[in-house]
């Protein structure tokens, strides 16, 4: 599905800006995520990306990102949020207060290398009996 809407987007992209060739570099990745211990720290490490790579100068002024939603409270039509992010408190401004106060610190490096060894290999992310269930269920190996 990625394949075929980045396909068509760079279609129209390149039609609309009388250009040709690719847009982006790498193909796309994915991976199965243990969403009780590690879905806010995915979050964590992804949100500010347009920071790291110098395009906004804070998460929120990255208008395609789901920060814009998690943390300041803005309503978008395809973002539905998660049941962790939901838990961080009983209403929208609590939860975007605390989504909010997610980013105030470094992520720990354990779980930077973590992430990153997931996506890397294209591994599960989770604990250890998480990545067995995968394993189990997938029928393949799911961890290094």
Known sequence: MMQSLG???????????????TLWEGRFK????DADGY?????RY??????RAGMVGKPEHYRWSS?????????ARLWTPHEIYLGLGNTPETRASAYRALFVG??????????????????ALGND??????????????KV
């Open 7 to 21: 396909r068509r987007y760079v279609r129209y992209f390149n039609h609309c800006y009388k250009r040709s060739g």
């Open 30 to 33: 994915s991976w199965v995520v």
């Open 39 to 43: 879905v806010l720290g995915c979050q």
């Open 46 to 51: 992804i949100e500010p990306n347009p920071v």
């Open 67 to 75: 920060y814009q939603s998690n943390g300041m409270g803005k309503s």
């Open 106 to 123: 470094h992520i720990e490096d354990s779980m930077l290398k973590e992430i990153r060894e997931a996506v890397n290999q294209g591994m």
């Open 129 to 142: 009996r998480f990545k067995e269930e995968v394993a189990e269920l997938a029928g393949r190996r799911v």
